[in-house]
C-alpha cells in the first residue's frame, strides 16, 4: 500500500515488551461536545500498533492519529501472566507523562465455568464509540463486539461472545 507522507499526521510512539507481556493502549476521550441525555461522559478507543519482534521481546509502535494541544489521555494495560498492571499517561507534543490521577475505571473479571455460548452486551453512543470494552488476558486482545439495533429501546448496542472456561478482563470509564 502506497502512503504519502504529507497526509500523514498524528503522533506516534513505541514500547518494548518483555517476552511473555503484552500491552495495550487506549485513549480515554471526553465527550464535552455531547449533549445528549444519557450520554457517556467518557469513551474510549482502542489505539492502533505495529509489532515487531526482538530477541528480548516485542516493540509495538503505536499510533494517535488526532493529537490534542492539551494531550491525549492514555491508559495502559500491561498483561503479564495472570496480572494486569494498569498505568495512566498523557501524551503531549512528544513526550508521554505518567500521572498519578485516578483513572475513572470500574473493573471486573468474568468467568463462565460452563455451559454453552454468553453473551455480554452493553450500549454505544450515537458516535458509534463505547465505555465499556473486554480484553482476552492472555492474549491482550479486544474481544470484538457484534454490533445490533435495538428497537425496543431505540439504540445500537453490541454483545460480545464470551468463551466458557476462560477469564476475561471487562473494563469500563465511569461517570465521574
Do not use: W
Not at 478507543?45 to 519482534?53: C, G, M, T, V
Not at 500521572?99 to 473493573?107: D, G, L, S, T
Not at 472456561?165 to 461517570?175: I, P
Amino acid at each position: 500500500m502506497y502512503y504519502c507522507m504529507e497526509y500523514l499526521q498524528g503522533k506516534h510512539f513505541s514500547i518494548t515488551d518483555p517476552k511473555n507481556t503484552n500491552t495495550v493502549i487506549y485513549e480515554i476521550v471526553k465527550n464535552e461536545n455531547n449533549q445528549s441525555k444519557g450520554a457517556p461522559k467518557y469513551t474510549m478507543e482502542r489505539l492502533d500498533s505495529i509489532e515487531e519482534l526482538r530477541n528480548e521481546g516485542t516493540k509495538r509502535t503505536y499510533f494517535v492519529d488526532l493529537p490534542k494541544k492539551t494531550g491525549n489521555q492514555l491508559l495502559f494495560l500491561t498483561f503479564e501472566n495472570e496480572t494486569v498492571t494498569v498505568n495512566q499517561g498523557v501524551l503531549k507534543e512528544d513526550e508521554i507523562k505518567f500521572i498519578r490521577k485516578p483513572v475513572p475505571m470500574v473493573f471486573n473479571t468474568i468467568y463462565k465455568e460452563s455451559g454453552g455460548d454468553y453473551y455480554k452486551e452493553y450500549n454505544y453512543t450515537p458516535n458509534m464509540k463505547r465505555q465499556i470494552s473486554i480484553v482476552d488476558p492472555e492474549t491482550g486482545e479486544e474481544i470484538k463486539p457484534i454490533l445490533y439495533y435495538d428497537s425496543k429501546t431505540n439504540e445500537v448496542k453490541g454483545k460480545c461472545k464470551l468463551q466458557p472456561n476462560k477469564t476475561y478482563l471487562a473494563f469500563q470509564l465511569r461517570q465521574s
